[in-house]
């Protein structure tokens, strides 16, 4: 059985946005320094769908109360991810519908951003090692 530090679950959840706030800041500033003002804006966008959506899964997870039952915790994370993905799918809608955006752009610093998470989720497993029985 694993145990899992909820303080060091949070502060790992609302890094992981920072970080991902930060990515999308650098894909900004990298796509106007090879394009132009609007692929930077653009960047900012698909970062900022992919920080929101992190965001609101932490906000969900770990922003309330301690959850005691099991059961209760994992159905927060499922509620948690499904709200992520149909926020991120609102905002992409809303964003390619009525902005002038360079999807290149967008679609970059979004990959670049998710990037982020699934590093912070792999670095944050538990290593093979520790998790046999006994090792």
Do not use: H
Not at 41 to 51: E, K, P, Q, Y
Not at 98 to 123: D, G, Q
């Amino acid at each position: 059985m694993i145990a899992i530090d909820l303080p060091k679950a949070r502060r790992l959840a609302f890094s992981v946005v920072l970080w991902q706030a930060a990515v999308a800041l650098g894909v900004a500033l990298v796509c106007w320094a090879v394009a132009d003002f609007r692929a930077a804006v653009s960047a900012l966008l698909g970062g900022g769908i992919a920080a929101s959506g992190s965001l609101l899964m932490a906000v969900l997870v770990f922003g309330g109360g301690k959850a005691t039952d099991a059961q209760r915790v994992l159905g927060t994370f499922y509620l948690g991810e499904a709200l992520k993905v149909a926020l991120m799918m609102v905002l992409f809608v809303v964003v390619l519908k009525w902005m002038n955006v360079v999807p290149l752009a967008m679609f970059a610093a979004f990959a670049a951003t998710f990037l982020v998470y699934w590093i912070a989720l792999l670095s944050a497993l538990p290593a093979a090692g520790r998790m046999r029985p006994g090792a």
